[in-house]
């Protein structure tokens, strides 16, 4: 299920919008996030602070490693905060849980948001570790499978490129799962999916067609949870050159007896310009393409790794991959 714009529903930190509910009483406003995707998707804001009924402004807060477990307490006062938002937060979770999320994008650093990196504190104040905020664990816990990136990241085009072609997989594979599918319907998402595999994990692509096709005694259902922890642990994993460019030639092969000498001999170049870096994907990938429309291919056309997100995303120079 989309958004009534038909766009991909996101949730976000609500500070990354521009909107003044940081400690301080200011904002975080991520121009990329606020000017360029905002054309693609729907946000759904959060502020887990805020909605938990802390003032703006209000103390700085930290995590805190105690006896008793981590805390979050305020920098100054040391005043605990934790049942505060840990209670808000697991009925924010619920809630989101119900909405049709495809991805989120958290502020990095902070302790109720912050992704990996929130520095946690000894008693004594020194650094001793670094984690997740506590909203971005309940978050984690809930929907596991669910694509999350913080704020600062976005700025790299490949790991932009990373975030938002697991945000499109995510929203094809919740669609999948609504409409109760029958093993033949895992067979036709894996074959669809399976050069996009490929592409990020070749051993995990080969697993996930022998769980797609091959069920043994397990249940359909456990088939499914297996079959998507491990789709999602495939694509988690960054692609390379050498895999884009070993998918590449193994889509040209299908059209070996098609293609002149002339247009093979110049895919094959463009390929290897990929391949040394001299070149973005997007150019042996248009160059297929093209040649795909001149001589339709049914299997090869039908691969996500062909589209794995609107065309639109990268040619308005979002992602340039
Ligand atoms: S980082 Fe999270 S909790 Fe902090 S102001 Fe932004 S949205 Fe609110």
């Known amino acids: 299920m989309k958004s009534a714009s038909n766009k991909p529903i996101i949730g976000i930190s609500m500070c990354l919008l521009?909107?003044?509910?940081?400690?301080?009483?200011?904002?975080?406003?991520?121009?990329?996030?606020?000017?360029?995707?905002?054309?693609f998707f729907e946000w759904h804001p959060v502020c887990p602070e805020v909605g938990s009924g802390m003032s703006t402004p209000r103390p700085a807060m930290r995590l805190v490693q105690t006896e008793s477990g981590i805390r979050l307490r305020e920098s100054q006062s040391g005043k605990d905060r934790t049942e505060q938002l840990t209670?808000?937060?697991?009925?924010?979770?619920?809630?989101?849980?119900?909405?049709p999320l495809q991805g989120f994008i958290l502020k990095s650093k902070s302790p109720s948001c912050g992704l990996k990196r929130v520095m946690v504190y000894g008693e004594k104040g020194n650094k001793v570790a670094a984690r997740n905020g506590l909203f971005t664990e309940a978050l984690q816990q809930a929907l596991p499978f669910l694509p999350i990136?913080?704020?600062?990241?976005?700025?790299?085009?490949?790991l932009r490129e990373h975030f938002v072609e697991r945000v499109y997989?995510?929203?094809?594979?919740?669609?999948?799962?609504?409409?109760?599918?029958?093993?033949?319907?895992?067979?036709?998402?894996?074959?669809?999916?399976?050069?996009?595999?490929?592409?990020?994990?070749?051993?995990?692509?080969?697993?996930?067609?022998?769980?797609?096709?091959?069920?043994g005694e397990s249940s359909f259902e456990d088939v499914l949870k297996n079959y998507e922890a491990t789709f999602f642990e495939c694509l988690s994993n960054p692609t390379k050159h050498g895999r884009h460019a070993n998918v590449l030639h193994h889509l040209m092969g299908f059209l070996k007896n098609t293609l002149d000498s002339g247009d093979k001999q110049e895919l094959l170049e463009q390929i290897e310009a990929y391949r040394l870096r001299h070149t973005p994907l997007a150019v042996p990938l248009m160059l297929?393409?093209?040649?795909?429309?001149?001589?339709?291919?049914?299997?090869?056309?039908?691969?996500?790794?062909?589209?794995?997100?609107?065309g639109a995303l990268r040619h308005g120079q979002i992602l340039v991959g």
């Open 18 to 39: 521009g909107t003044n509910v940081r400690h301080d009483g200011g904002n975080c406003a991520n121009s990329f996030a606020n000017k360029s995707l905002s054309e």
């Open 87 to 99: 209670t808000y937060c697991a009925s924010l979770v619920q809630k989101l849980s119900t909405l």
């Open 149 to 158: 990136e913080e704020d600062g990241r976005l700025n790299d085009v490949t």
């Open 169 to 215: 997989a995510y929203g094809r594979w919740t669609a999948f799962r609504a409409n109760k599918p029958q093993p033949k319907h895992l067979v036709q998402f894996q074959q669809r999916h399976k050069m996009q595999l490929y592409a990020h994990d070749p051993r995990l692509a080969q697993k996930l067609g022998r769980l797609a096709g091959n069920h």
């Open 288 to 310: 297929l393409n093209h040649h795909l429309r001149r001589h339709p291919h049914p299997w090869v056309g039908s691969q996500t790794y062909l589209e794995p997100y609107p």
